[in-house]
């Protein structure tokens, strides 16, 4: 239709990074596949680029933006990057790990992707064609995942399109989103602090680490602005842990529990996360007005799945 008319489709082949690298060097939007879930991109040092992400998406302008670099080196130069920050940069980077660290002083940033805030939220996507993208680019650049605020996040260049096509200047193609769900986010000081559960489990950081992570992700606080209860929102309500549907209920299952669509039938996380906003646009497609979902063991990459199931679940403001 019109709208994918005006927002153009590019290849992930070097013609198409380049022209993607183009458009965001002229203060362009330009959705992206990362390893997580698609990023509607902006050059991060480019005040007016970030504001037209926050219009582009409807985002409350106090919820700050992931600022997305190529590795330690470049993030070095936007923030202080400690010793524990580097250590976990060397384990876990490129990959699906956000940190929260302190900003520097005149650092290449706009303001408006902190929010206010002294820290900025940073990660080098896993991704080859993220990486290239941010190669050909090379600028930082903050990208929220690119759907609309509250909306489930896309998994794949059509859900972008489906969300915020006519309102973005292009959406590179780069297949399913392997991974499924965002980034963990870790905040660092005073002491670690995970603040959204993600595709890193935090067992795994818990085991770099040596220590039990403590865990803030009550959407009441203010240091997690991102963290709003109802999120993730499909259009049907959701119902969670059920064993089976009643009545005028879809049911999305999972392992042994069965359902119209399965997160996975044979039970496995991966699979599920990888499946899990690819079933709630399915269900938003079918026109599902009530979702009954199948319960998810809450280990490994099952806590990032629960945590969005959960905002999916919550009461819409
Ligand atoms: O996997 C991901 O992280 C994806 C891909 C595109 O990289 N991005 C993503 O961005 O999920 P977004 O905007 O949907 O979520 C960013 C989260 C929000 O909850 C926001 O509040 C939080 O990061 N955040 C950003 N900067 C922060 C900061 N300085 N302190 C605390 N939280 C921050
Ligand atoms: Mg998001």
Request: with cysteine; net charge neutral; charged share 20%.
């Amino acid at each position: 239709g019109r709208t994918d008319l005006a927002t153009r489709r590019l290849r992930p082949d070097a013609e198409g990074v380049a022209s993607a690298a183009a458009l965001l060097r002229e203060g362009g939007l330009v959705a992206f596949p990362t390893e997580t879930v698609y990023g509607l991109g902006a050059d991060a040092g480019d005040g007016r680029a970030v504001a037209g992400i926050y219009a582009a998406k409807g985002r409350p302008s106090f919820n700050p933006l992931i600022v997305h670099v190529a590795d330690a080196e470049a993030a070095g130069r936007i923030v202080e990057v400690t010793p524990l920050a580097r250590e976990l940069m060397a384990a876990f980077w490129p990959g699906p790990l956000t940190l929260v660290l302190r900003s520097r002083e005149g650092a290449a940033v706009s303001p408006l992707v902190m929010a206010g805030l002294p820290t900025v939220a940073l990660r080098a996507p896993a991704h080859p064609v993220a990486r290239a993208l941010l190669e050909a680019v090379g600028r930082p650049l903050a990208a929220p995942s690119a759907n609309p605020s509250g909306r489930v996040s896309p998994t794949t260049a059509d859900h972008v399109l489906a969300g915020l096509g006519g309102r973005i200047a292009a959406v590179l193609d780069g297949g399913a989103c392997a991974v499924g769900v965002e980034s963990t986010i870790l905040a660092l000081e005073p002491e670690p602090r995970l603040l959204r559960a993600g595709g890193l489990p935090v067992e795994a950081l818990e085991q770099a680490l040596g220590q039990r992570i403590a865990v803030d992700t009550d959407p009441a606080r203010v240091a997690a602005p991102g963290q709003m209860a109802s999120h993730y929102a499909p259009k049907g309500s959701v119902r969670l842990n059920a064993v089976a549907a009643e009545p005028g209920e879809v049911m999305l299952g999972f392992g042994p529990v069965g359902g119209e669509l399965t997160l996975s039938a044979s039970g496995d996380l991966r699979e599920a996360a990888a499946s899990l906003f690819g079933c709630l646009h399915r269900l938003d497609a079918m026109g599902a007005g009530r979702i009954a979902v199948a319960p998810v063991p809450e280990t490994g990459l099952g806590r990032a799945i629960n945590d969005r199931l959960r905002r999916a679940a919550a009461p819409r403001s």
